[in-house]
């Protein structure tokens, strides 16, 4: 499938979980669309941008199964996050429970919120290596307090890659009554996921990483019961607007004057690729390349798994410990003499080599970063063993 991609023919391109990879064709699509709004901007934003919309909402909403009206495009799921955090009405002594496995620009987007109302961001530790998903779960709510008024969790960690247990978090929080806003930045196309199933009431996940959109394309679903209490990170037209729908939400968040919504457009040709491609299969095809690889690079590295190896804890992308105190300098060291893109990532004062496996990579890749990692640990001092 490599040549249905756009990536470099030279690189080894083993970090698809950071910003995806989006396909020829879908690429085209996107800028059909570019080049559509150009030739009559305004015919285009004011009387075609609703259709293509539309179109676009019904395709994505069936395949995460939600209601079309319960959810919005962002940008990101920063955005998506943002967008709830600014609406909470959180007060001095209140407590967001989340994990210390979290995304980076989440627990700095928390601690500025909680810095700004006196609550308190709760980052609870889960150990390493995992035993099992009871465990997780145990470990979790060790963190809940009476004071506990949000529940924080990723469904797929981006730095240890691990897969958290949130459908049973998600039930626990309702028996509670406690809100759930769930990260699932890498779910859509990753693992499964039927928001109808789940029922969280924030969920906000990309379509440009594993469903292989252009950058710059996410949603953000909102329980029916919360929509109507959710502010608008930016203010336009659908505030007071002249012609409401049935939706304020909708009307809120949507509609916000020349952004560039070609990402969010393409949608239906996304999922197109996707089936046309049976990327189910090679889906799993890749998850399975990633947990037969990850015993020799832990014996590579000295290392030990993180979790137990199977389709529970890992999808298309695992981590692997590595010690080394230059994580900048290793990640450089790699890109710069043995062309390999990779994520060298710390978190909990513990250094993680990240690889992602999609279906335009192949065993030769991961032979390629198994050579250059044994050539560093003989060349160099840079990763201890």
């Known amino acids: 499938m490599k040549d249905a991609f756009q990536l470099k023919t030279d690189l080894t391109f083993l970090n698809h979980g950071s910003f995806g990879a989006c396909p020829k064709p879908v690429f085209e699509n996107f800028q059909d669309f570019q080049r559509e709004m150009e030739q009559d901007p305004v015919y285009f934003?004011?009387?075609?941008?609703?259709?293509?919309?539309?179109?676009?909402?019904?395709?994505?909403?069936t395949f995460i199964n939600c209601n079309v009206n319960d959810f919005i495009f962002t940008p990101n799921p920063t955005v998506g996050v943002n967008t709830i955090m600014r609406s909470l009405?959180?007060?001095?002594?209140?407590?967001?429970?989340?994990?210390?496995?979290?995304?980076?620009?989440?627990?700095?987007?928390?601690?500025?919120?909680?810095?700004?109302?006196?609550?308190?961001?709760?980052?609870?530790?889960?150990?390493?290596?995992?035993?099992?998903?009871?465990?997780?779960?145990?470990?979790?709510?060790?963190?809940?307090?009476?004071?506990?008024?949000?529940?924080?969790?990723?469904?797929?960690?981006?730095?240890?890659?691990?897969?958290?247990?949130?459908?049973?978090?998600?039930?626990?929080?309702?028996?509670?009554?406690?809100t759930t806003i769930i990260d699932g930045a890498h779910v859509p196309g990753h693992i499964e996921l039927d928001i109808k199933a789940l029922q969280p009431d924030y969920y906000t996940g990309t379509l440009h990483k594993w469903m292989l959109a252009p950058k710059g394309s996410s949603f953000l679903y909102v329980r029916k019961e919360l929509q109507n209490q959710l502010d608008p990170l930016v203010v336009s037209w659908g505030y007071d607007s002249l012609a409401p729908s049935e939706s304020p939400f909708l009307d809120l968040h949507e509609y916000q004057g020349t952004n560039d919504?070609?990402?969010?457009?393409?949608?239906?040709?996304?999922?197109?690729?996707?089936?046309?491609?049976?990327?189910?299969?090679?889906?799993?095809?890749?998850?399975?390349?990633?947990?037969?690889?990850?015993?020799?690079?832990?014996?590579?590295?000295?290392?030990?798994?993180?979790?137990?190896l199977s389709a529970e804890f890992f999808g298309q992308m695992a981590s692997i410990p590595v010690r080394t105190s230059k994580p900048e300098e290793l990640k450089d060291l790699l890109f710069d003499k043995y062309k390999i893109q990779i994520p060298v990532m710390l978190l909990n004062n513990e250094v993680y080599l990240r690889y992602s496996i999609n279906a335009y990579n192949s065993q030769a890749d991961l032979d390629v970063l198994y050579g250059a990692l044994a050539d560093i640990i003989q060349t160099t001092t840079i990763i201890e063993v």
């Not at 539309?54 to 395709?59: H, L, N």
């Open 89 to 178: 009405n959180l007060q001095e002594g209140d407590e967001i429970l989340a994990t210390n496995h979290e995304y980076g620009a989440m627990d700095r987007t928390w601690n500025f919120y909680c810095k700004k109302s006196g609550a308190k961001y709760v980052r609870q530790p889960i150990t390493l290596p995992i035993i099992s998903k009871e465990q997780i779960i145990e470990e979790f709510w060790q963190g809940v307090s009476a004071k506990t008024k949000i529940i924080f969790l990723n469904q797929i960690s981006s730095t240890t890659a691990l897969i958290f247990p949130v459908k049973e978090i998600c039930e626990k929080a309702r028996e509670l009554g406690i």
């Open 261 to 308: 919504n070609a990402a969010y457009l393409c949608t239906p040709a996304v999922i197109g690729f996707l089936h046309q491609h049976n990327w189910v299969q090679k889906s799993d095809a890749a998850k399975k390349m990633v947990l037969q690889n990850y015993p020799r690079f832990c014996a590579l590295l000295n290392s030990n798994p993180i979790a137990p």
């Open 45 to 61: 934003i004011q009387k075609k941008f609703a259709m293509h919309l539309a179109k676009a909402k019904e395709a994505l909403a």
